[in-house]
């Protein structure tokens, strides 16, 4: 084996003066190499001279990891708070370069042919690497024995570090082809000549792969816990030996025995069911028997119980109940024909304080009587189901009637003739009726995919007369942008298409020519008061249709009367040509089928969502609306076509949305409601509902004449307030025409 040779690893300082050049060495010796006179420092012109001082002041720099161009005002829509927030965490890493790489294993084939490659490789650097080093090592040495000593501090010019790294010393053993190089110094060694070095044979190098698995097999011996036998001896059973002689009539015999002992016991365990079951029915019996008379029991009391619950709600509630009957509110007189709501009671259920009232509807027959669909209006939260309640002025503390459904009630109708009906539809797309009389806590018939159904929500249902045959009916209408009428046939429901919603300015053609049609999301619509088969069709894209139940195929008119969705559409109860409309887009709008404009004859803006707006019963010129900012404003265009008479705050929290309204039939009442489950019950003050005089002559007149010149009395008033109106857009259409004749008039007079 070769000596090892002295590593000269390390820094070399040189320094050049004008008559000395030197080289010291890490060792502190000093070595003269020629051709260092003439290299001198260059410095460039504009570089700065600092003093001492600031050559040793510290300057401190903090580097983050933060990226300076990341961007900060990134926000994300948060669907649970339905408002857009701002993302906390930035992605600060930049990526300056990346590639893709794989992993081989180090025994397979392609493995051990880049071993290879890398080993030829690696021979052919090691012999152009002992060539070079060979003619440096020689230039050295001829220049070691000329040294030059010197004083640092004399020297002007400046040092220049110059690094160099020799090969590791494993490698010069190992390869063996290094030159005979002789170094002066404290710790040189002898070392080989170039002919010894290159006779001994090259040691064969074995080379890792890089970012390689390799794969190691390592053993570990586990404890082997010692064997140990147990054994015991027990005794030997007793054995007796049996002999005898067997005929064929004792073998017969014995047989004959067991038989009747089997045929025994089968009828002794008979007797033991029989005794059992008789005792199970007597049992039963009494069970049933103390039902009965306990179910009777209930069945009988139950009159006297719901009065008697009624008897002491109306003690509880006394004061409201007073208000109801008898209060008016004297401070109209003195408010400038302005009104108040005075809240009644407050209807509301713990098991639905968490969902939304879809829809309210009284009972045409019994006046104190009116119905709540609960829902959801969040696409996310229908997993609740829906419950139908049924509540009565006379007992507000619990529903008369609760129907739990599998999917949330969006809509809901009560008959008019048959008030024990009710017509409802839900989010899945189904339909279904529900008959109070069989007090079931099921419906009494309901749609399926299998007797066709909706394909999207169910928004408004509506019973109409009955048909030719005599059969019930209810139209619907549905996000799907079908209205469908279901009649009602031996407790099923038929099912048959009415009219598509078609949007006519979507219809594209397809690439064979064929037209593709895009269907309106109905939400609303109402039928005429007076002729049955017309009716109107509010959209979610803000268009209200004219239909007629005979023309399946297009629409008779259509309007374009709102920005955004159209939550309900009402005719007049006593104008037949006045309807009224409240959307998503805050505003409130009454049309006028006569004209020819497509403009409203009133817009009212309520700075909020409306949720809801409903006729008076007993006036043609007042209505009233819900908005989404929990407000009731009540209307009279007889009295201000402006600003509303009333406007009243119901709900506490700030989002707390009213979502219905209704008038009573009967009572100066209202109902609205909330999407927290709670509904409220309002009295009108006098100024609110104002009615016409009686003139004398009408005392003699027989009810109907009464009540058929009231109606011709509101028609009239209504008729007379439109043309006004008319009148006003008239003149102003007018105005602009008078303006340019004059102004052409008076171009001729100077032209002459």
């Known amino acids: 084996m070769p000596p090892k040779v002295a590593s000269t690893k390390g820094a070399i300082k040189v320094r050049t003066g004008d008559d000395e050049n030197a080289v010291e060495t890490l060792d502190g010796h000093e070595e003269y190499i020629p051709g260092l006179e003439n290299k001198q420092l260059l410095k460039p012109e504009n570089q700065l001279k600092l003093t001492e001082t600031e050559l040793k002041e510290e300057i401190t720099q903090v580097l983050t990891a933060n990226n300076p161009h990341a961007p900060h005002n990134i926000v994300r829509w948060n669907f649970k708070e339905s408002q ?14 990346s590639m893709d790489s794989n992993l081989i294993h180090c025994e397979s084939e392609e493995a051990k042919i880049q071993m290879r490659m890398q080993g030829d490789e690696d021979d052919t650097s090691d012999r152009l690497g002992s060539t070079a080093g060979a003619s440096v090592r020689s230039a050295a040495r001829s220049h070691s024995s000329a040294r030059v000593r010197g004083d640092d501090t004399k020297s002007s010019a400046s040092e220049i570090d110059i690094e160099e790294d020799d090969a590791p010393e494993e490698e010069e053993e190992k390869s063996g082809s290094k030159v005979d190089v002789e170094v002066k110094g404290r710790d040189a060694t002898p070392v080989p000549s170039h002919e010894q070095a290159t006779t001994q ?17 390592r053993g570990a011996q586990t404890y082997n816990y010692p064997v140990r036998d147990r054994s015991t001896i027990t005794e030997p059973p007793p054995r007796a030996n049996f002999s005898g002689m067997v005929t064929q009539w004792e073998i017969y015999d014995s047989y004959q025995e067991d038989f009747a002992r089997q045929q025994a016991e089968k009828q002794k365990e008979q007797k033991k069911t029989i005794t059992v079951k008789k005792e199970v029915e007597v049992k ?25 619950e009624r008897m002491v709600n109306q003690n509880t509630f006394d004061d409201i109940s007073q208000d109801f009957k008898y209060y008016e509110d004297q401070s109209d007189e003195f408010r400038d024909q302005e009104g108040s709501l005075l ?8 098991k639905v304080k968490k969902m939304a009232i879809t829809a309210l509807c009284w009972s045409p027959k019994y006046m104190d009587l009116f119905g709540v669909s609960h829902g959801s209006y969040d696409y996310t939260k229908q997993g609740g189901g829906g419950v139908l309640l049924l509540y009565t002025l006379k007992n507000p503390s619990y529903p008369e009637y609760i129907l739990d459904t599998t999917s949330g009630i969006m809509s809901l109708d009560i008959h008019p003739e048959y008030p024990y009906l009710i017509t409802m539809g839900f989010f899945d797309g189904n339909v279904g009726v529900y008959n109070i009389m069989e007090n079931k806590e099921q419906l009494a018939c309901m749609s399926s995919s299998n007797t066709q159904k909706h394909t999207d929500t169910v928004w408004q249902v509506k019973w109409q007369p009955e048909d030719l045959d005599g059969n019930l009916n209810f139209y619907s209408v549905s996000s799907d942008g079908v209205v469908v009428v279901w009649t009602l046939i031996k407790n099923e429901l038929g099912f048959q298409k009415v009219i598509h919603l078609i949007m006519k300015e979507l219809i594209t053609e397809g690439p064979n020519g064929t037209q593709l049609i895009t269907l309106g999301s109905g939400v609303t619509f109402d039928f005429h008061p007076m002729k049955q088969h017309l009716f109107l069709v509010g959209t979610q894209e803000g268009k209200v249709h004219f239909c007629s139940k005979y023309h399946s195929h297009a629409f008779i008119d259509t309007y374009d009367a709102h920005h955004m969705a159209i939550y309900r559409v009402a005719w007049n109860p006593y104008h037949p040509k006045i309807f009224i409309t409240c959307s998503e887009d805050w505003t409130i709008k009454i049309w006028d089928q006569t004209t020819n404009s497509r403009e409203p004859m009133f817009t009212f803006d309520l700075g909020s969502s409306v949720g809801d707006v409903a006729w008076a019963p007993y006036s043609s010129t007042v209505f009233a609306a819900v908005t989404g900012d929990g407000k009731v404003c009540v209307y009279d265009l007889n009295v ?7 406007e009243q705050v119901l709900t506490s929290k700030k989002r707390t949305k009213l979502t219905h309204i209704a008038f009573n039939p009967k009572h100066p009442i209202i109902i609205a409601s909330d999407d927290r489950g709670t509904v409220i019950c309002l009295k009108l003050s006098p100024n609110l509902r ?6 004398k002559t009408q005392e003699v007149l027989k009810p109907e004449e009464k009540e058929a010149m009231r109606i011709e009395y509101e028609y009239q008033k209504l008729e007379k307030l439109l043309q006004m109106v008319r009148q006003g857009d008239e003149k102003a259409k007018r105005k602009p025409v008078a303006a340019k004749a004059a102004t052409k008039a008076t171009e001729a007079k100077k032209n002459e």
């Open 284 to 308: 039963k019996k009494k069970a049933n028997l103390a039902g009965e008379l306990i179910g009777d029991s209930i069945e009988m009391i139950a009159p006297a119980v719901k009065i008697l």
């Open 690 to 695: 104002k009615k016409p005089k009686e003139k």
């Open 201 to 217: 044979k090259r040691a064969p190098k074995e080379k890792k792969l890089t970012n390689q698995f390799n794969f190691s097999e």
């Open 640 to 646: 201000n076509k402006f600003e509303p008479l009333c």
């Open 84 to 97: 857009y927030k701002p993302i906390a965490n930035i992605d600060q890493i930049v990526i300056h370069f």
């Open 343 to 350: 809240p009644l009671w407050t209807f509301t259920l713990e």
